[in-house]
């Protein structure tokens, strides 16, 4: 079992950054893949970035490809997300979550992870 905690959502204004947090406490952080999600109202909760156990591979979405980079510490139990040259369009409540092997397939989605934080809200102003 792992719990996780995202920190570091707010407000910023198009074209600016932010970086996300994920503390995670429990055993064998290392051992889960770890991922990103968001989720904006009325709409699904749609994958954005994945890391590997050792932090070696990364996955992204399209609509984030070149703008967020996903990374982890494991010394620290924590995961991060940078976020720069934001869009209104990324207005969303943001979601760490962790999964076994399934979590980095291709094509992987919400239902290839087991444990969730709780969420951080991210607005970007025009």
């Known amino acids: 079992q792992v719990q996780l905690v995202e920190s570091g959502g707010g407000l910023v204004q198009a074209g600016g950054s932010l970086r996300l947090s994920c503390a995670a406490s429990g055993r064998t952080f290392s051992n889960y893949n770890m991922g990103w999600f968001r989720q904006a109202p009325g709409k699904e909760r749609d994958f954005l970035a994945a890391?590997?156990?050792?932090?070696?591979?990364?996955r992204y979405a399209d609509s984030v490809k070149g703008r967020f980079t996903i990374s982890r510490d494991n010394a620290k139990n924590t995961v991060y997300l940078q976020m720069n040259s934001l869009k209104p369009e990324d207005t969303a409540v943001y979601y760490c979550?962790?999964?076994?092997?399934?979590?980095?397939?291709?094509?992987?989605?919400?239902?290839?992870?087991?444990?969730w934080g709780q969420g951080t809200q991210v607005t970007v102003s025009s």
């Open positions: 890391i590997t156990r050792s932090g070696t591979a990364t």
């Open positions: 979550a962790a999964g076994d092997t399934s979590a980095f397939r291709v094509g992987a989605n919400r239902y290839d992870y087991d444990y």
